[in-house]
């Protein structure tokens, strides 16, 4: 009885269909004029070579031309399995996994650009691929294209198999493409592998996988079974992107070595050498740091998001043009870079062709710290004009009808008083916002006593808390570690918050200043908590308050004689200290701020 062995591939999930697989075989077998009962020998080996396919015997009634026998399997197993290959009439004692190796194997390796027929080395692929990709492009290739374009054979012969398998090492991934052809041109081997390897790494999806996909996400358990009649325009498309193509298997160049390799690597900038054909072929270690998902050989337009700057390499590549080009990244908050680009000389250690070197610059924290300083100058020139305006609309009042009434003059002194005392006080912050950013950087190291100082900080606020009626409780523990700051320094941070704890407080209750109970968060500091059950914060305004000139209502503050900069003091000064403020707050209960310090060392 002639025994007929094929192997059914499934596109990469365990294969599990197998009473789908036997209807479908039972319809094949009618249509080839074969009694359904041959169908009862059917049998499925074990799992085949791979667990996305199996090897299948089956039995025959009577003698078959096995390639029409096949051919109808292909047709009506379409929706069962990605591909029928190998189908032989073989003998009784045919041994699958001797005739899966007897396939011809290319393994490629693209360091060492070799692409040896028949022999048997690798392919290793530094980026992520998308395997999936070149299987169904693969696969489709297969299943519609006269191969015989890519053989060296007669014109009959055609690709049986393509296969692709990968697997992940820590060096890269490996690929394994299967070709069954009886002979084999390596020059077309490498342009299929080419197209292949373009696919997979997505970087010019051709036409027929974009047919391929949207087949499939039109019915998604569908078989990939490109629709009909695309056979040649695919294959011209197929050979107008194997002529464009960068074929990947030319070697990454060894880029200036010796002294010109140590140099790009010091270079503290982010340097990218791209390709003629577009490649990263060299990147140091600070654009890997700039682009951790880059690879080497990944096209350039994939490693950054940036439009500006792919048109101007893509300039500089097409025609020469050098330049600098700002971009900015969004990928998270935004940043801003400027890229140099430049040429490399044809002819050199660099190369026979001519490169695009690109160096990227970032500026974020330039632009951030320019933009810093409009907005300050903007903001304390609006401080200043307000009062100064109100100041010298009455003098003018003054000097004119208001002249001769003592009763009106002694109103408008008292309001010129007021507003001349806010620009002082705006003065005086600027001021001391200035000194302590000069000393920021510059730890203070001497002892400090926390209790007398917090005495002295009560002691100070208190004409402020008389005013307005709210006692201040400072309940520290006589005997206390030492902290490592600035007194005069220290003074102003708690003056500065308990002065806000009074003015933002219910009258009713007291102010309290006490030690805050240690905690895991700041090890080996000592924190000071002032409380308050004033009207408390919405979280949105938690991380604003030590902004500069951030105000949750305005009026509310300059009322109170406030600058808005007295939480950005405290944050300068702690920022000296190596220590922190903690703000917990709760809308209509109070709020609580603690400044931790450093622990003076006693020995
Ligand atoms: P200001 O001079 O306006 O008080 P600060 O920098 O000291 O400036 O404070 C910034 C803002 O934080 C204040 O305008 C106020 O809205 C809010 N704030 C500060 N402390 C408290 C507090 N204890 N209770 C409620 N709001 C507060």
Not at 92 to 121: C, I, M, P, Q
Not at 224 to 231: D, K, T
Not at 547 to 557: G, M
Request: aromatic share 6%.
């Amino acid at each position: 009885m002639p025994r007929f062995t094929f192997k059914l591939e499934y596109d990469g999930s365990r294969f599990d269909g197998w009473p789908d697989v036997q209807a479908a075989l039972e319809a094949a077998l009618g249509q080839n004029g074969s009694p359904a009962s041959a169908l009862a020998a059917a049998e499925p080996t074990e799992a085949g070579v791979h667990a996305s396919s199996q090897i299948v015997h089956l039995d025959l009634a009577s003698a078959h031309n096995p390639l029409t026998l096949k051919a109808d399997l292909s047709e009506v197993l379409r929706g069962t399995a990605l591909a029928i290959v190998g189908a032989s009439t073989v003998p009784d004692d045919f041994d699958a996994t001797r005739a899966v190796e007897r396939h011809y194997t290319y393994r490629l390796f693209s360091r060492r650009a070799t692409l040896t027929f028949n022999k048997g080395t690798m392919w290793r692929i530094d980026h992520p691929l998308d395997i999936r990709a070149m299987r169904e492009a693969a696969h489709y290739l297969i299943g519609k294209h006269d191969f015989s374009s890519f053989c060296n054979g007669p014109a009959a012969t055609q690709l049986s198999e393509l296969r692709i398998e990968s697997a992940a090492h820590s060096s890269g991934t490996e690929v394994r493409l299967h070709f069954r052809a009886p002979s084999f041109a390596p020059e077309q081997a490498r342009r299929i592998v080419g197209l292949l390897e373009r696919i997979g790494a997505g970087v010019h999806p051709p036409e027929i996988m974009r047919e391929v996909l949207e087949a499939r996400s039109l019915a998604p358990d569908a078989p990939i079974a490109p629709p009909r009649g695309l056979y040649l325009d695919d294959i011209r498309y197929s050979e107008s992107i194997l002529q464009s193509a960068h074929l990947p298997l030319e070697p990454i160049p060894h880029l200036a070595s010796g002294i010109g390799a140590a140099m790009l690597e010091q270079m503290p900038l982010p340097l990218l050498v791209i390709t003629r054909k577009g490649r990263v072929a060299y990147a140091n270690q600070f654009a890997y740091d700039l682009l951790p998902a880059m690879t080497l050989r990944q096209h350039f337009s994939e490693t950054l998001d940036a439009p500006k700057f792919t048109k101007a390499v893509q300039a500089a590549i097409d025609s020469g043009q050098t330049g600098k080009v700002r971009f900015s990244l969004k990928d998270g908050p935004e940043r801003f870079f400027v890229a140099h680009i430049g040429l490399l000389p044809a002819g050199s250690e660099f190369g026979k062709s001519i490169r695009v070197i690109a160096a990227i610059e970032e500026r974020t924290t330039m632009l951030k710290s320019e933009q810093m300083r409009s907005d300050f100058i903007a903001n304390v020139s609006h401080e200043l004009r307000t009062p100064l305006a109100t100041i010298l609309g009455y003098i003018e009042t003054l000097q004119g009808h208001a002249k001769d009434d003592a009763e009106a003059r002694e109103r408008f002194l008292a309001v010129m008083a007021k507003q001349a005392g806010r620009m002082q006080n705006l003065v005086n912050d600027l001021m001391s916002l200035n000194r302590i950013e000069i000393e920021e950087h510059n730890r203070p190291v001497e002892p400090c006593a926390l209790p007398p100082l917090a005495s002295e900080a009560v002691a100070a606020v208190q004409p402020l808390s008389e005013r307005l009626g709210t006692s201040v409780q400072a309940s520290l523990p006589t005997e206390m570690p030492r902290i490592r700051g600035d007194h005069d320094q220290l003074l102003q941070v708690l003056v500065n918050l308990l002065e806000n704890a009074v003015k933002y407080s219910d009258q009713s209750q007291p102010v309290r200043l006490f030690l805050a109970p240690a905690d895991a968060n700041h090890p080996g500091q000592i924190g000071l908590s002032v409380q308050d059950t004033g009207p408390g914060l919405a979280p949105e305004h938690l991380s604003r308050l030590t902004e500069r000139f951030y105000r949750v209502s305005v009026a509310k503050s300059r009322d109170q004689g406030g600058t808005g900069l007295g939480l950005a003091i405290v944050k300068h000064i702690l920022n000296r200290h190596e220590g922190a403020l903690d703000i917990r707050s709760a809308l209509g209960k109070g709020s609580t701020f603690t400044v931790w310090l450093p622990a003076y060392n006693e020995v």
